[in-house]
């Protein structure tokens, strides 16, 4: 199977079965000395670096309206390295966004802090899938989306109103699952909170809220897949 699926094109999904190996990736294998190497490099620039353990993907592919992959557990290290060889390493990555929509329709995505790898990047909240985010070996996207929302800005997403389905972008840089998350709050009251959390943190992962109002309000230092997603939101699709 390896990596079969539509690029640069947003698909709808309906359903999400990426399994977790629980043998180790094949690029953590072949390429223990280089992670080791690259990691002392990259804690050397920036010590709040944490050697956890996330997912790689070896296989993904979109098959009538589902997403059927295999991922492993590896080292936030081994990550850091296939950040810088991904091309030809058979490892892809896949995140999850919820897409968090204001009473008002605005969204609302974060800034990241400044100690963080993508310090000053703009995304919805999100992190990558972490072995806690696997029920029975398989992956619990909404547990993901509602995880790394509550951690990041202190607002719990169990309550709102989901989109009917999830849908995927998959890029040269990785593959994102995004699904709408409606509230009734307006944007604004919405960055209030979040603003407030984040001032309780002694180590905020955030620097803050970011609000989109329209698909032409595009933020300093937006990520490439946000926005496509964001033009995707106002012109009403589903």
């Known amino acids: 199977m390896s990596f079969d699926l539509p690029r640069n094109v947003i698909l709808p999904v309906d359903a999400v079965d990426v399994r977790l190996d629980p043998g180790p990736h094949p690029f ?3 390429n223990a000395a280089a992670i080791a190497d690259n990691w002392r490099r990259e804690t050397a620039a920036n010590p709040a670096l944490f050697d956890g353990t996330v997912v790689l993907l070896s296989e993904l592919a979109y098959r009538d309206g589902r997403l059927i992959g295999r991922c492993h557990a590896v080292n936030y290290s081994t990550f850091m390295l296939w950040r810088k060889r991904r091309e030809n390493s058979g490892a892809e990555h896949a995140y999850a966004h919820a897409m968090l929509v204001a009473g008002d329709n605005a969204l609302v995505a974060i ?4 100690h963080t790898v993508n310090a000053g990047r703009v995304y919805f909240a999100a992190g990558s899938f972490e072995p806690i985010d696997f029920r029975d070996g398989l992956v619990d996207v909404d547990f993901n989306m509602m995880r790394e929302v509550g951690e990041e800005t202190g607002l719990d997403l169990s309550k709102a109103e989901r989109g009917r389905h999830y849908h995927a972008l998959s890029t040269a840089s990785g593959t994102v699952i995004f699904r709408r998350y ?9 960055a209030r909170r979040i603003s407030a959390f984040v001032a309780t943190e002694t180590e905020p992962e955030i620097e803050g809220p970011v ?4 698909a032409a309000d595009l933020p300093d230092g937006l990520m490439g897949h946000m926005k496509p997603l964001i033009e995707w939101h106002f012109a009403g699709a589903d």
Do not use: K, S, W
């Open 211 to 214: 609000i989109i109002r329209n």
């Open 182 to 190: 409606r509230v009734a709050e307006p944007a604004e009251e919405l």
């Open 28 to 30: 953590a294998l072949t």
């Open 111 to 114: 800034r990241m802090g400044p």
